[in-house]
């Protein structure tokens, strides 16, 4: 925990009071995967997606997967967020596209996305 000083001056005496920081640097991490035998899992065949968008709301910010199919949001303060996944082109979703998020005072990671190119949906679903 990070600790902030203040020194306060009461009646000509001084005061050192000892405060935790208010300042937070979390992160929101995770991979979106090319989800080869559709289970909806991250399994040990299933690679990563490169340039895959996502976006964090409230604030619509942007992330891209790098080449491993990682990203990252980070900066962020405690609060509740909505990490949403847009399907790369030629693929269909194998887990939900977007999923609620309660940032507390810890990072969060593990947020995967899983992705197929078996069928492309709607309205036939994604894998057979």
């Known amino acids: 925990m990070n600790i902030r000083n203040i020194l306060v001056i009461v009646a000509g005496v001084v005061v050192l009071m000892i405060l935790p920081s208010t300042s937070f640097a979390l992160t929101i991490s995770g991979i979106v ?73 810890v990072n969060v990671s593990g947020q995967h996305f899983g992705d197929s190119k078996k069928f492309v949906s709607p309205p036939g679903g994604c894998c057979p």
Not at 48 to 72: C, D, E, F, M, W
């Open 33 to 105: 995967f090319n989800d080869v035998n559709c289970n909806g899992a991250r399994s040990a065949g299933d690679s990563g997606i490169a340039g895959v968008t996502l976006i964090l709301s409230p604030g619509a910010i942007i992330a891209s997967t790098s080449a491993t199919g990682q990203y990252t949001f980070s900066g962020l303060v405690p609060g509740t967020y909505i990490v949403t996944e847009t399907d790369p082109s030629g693929y269909c979703s194998t887990t939900p596209n977007s999923r609620k998020i309660k940032l507390k005072n």
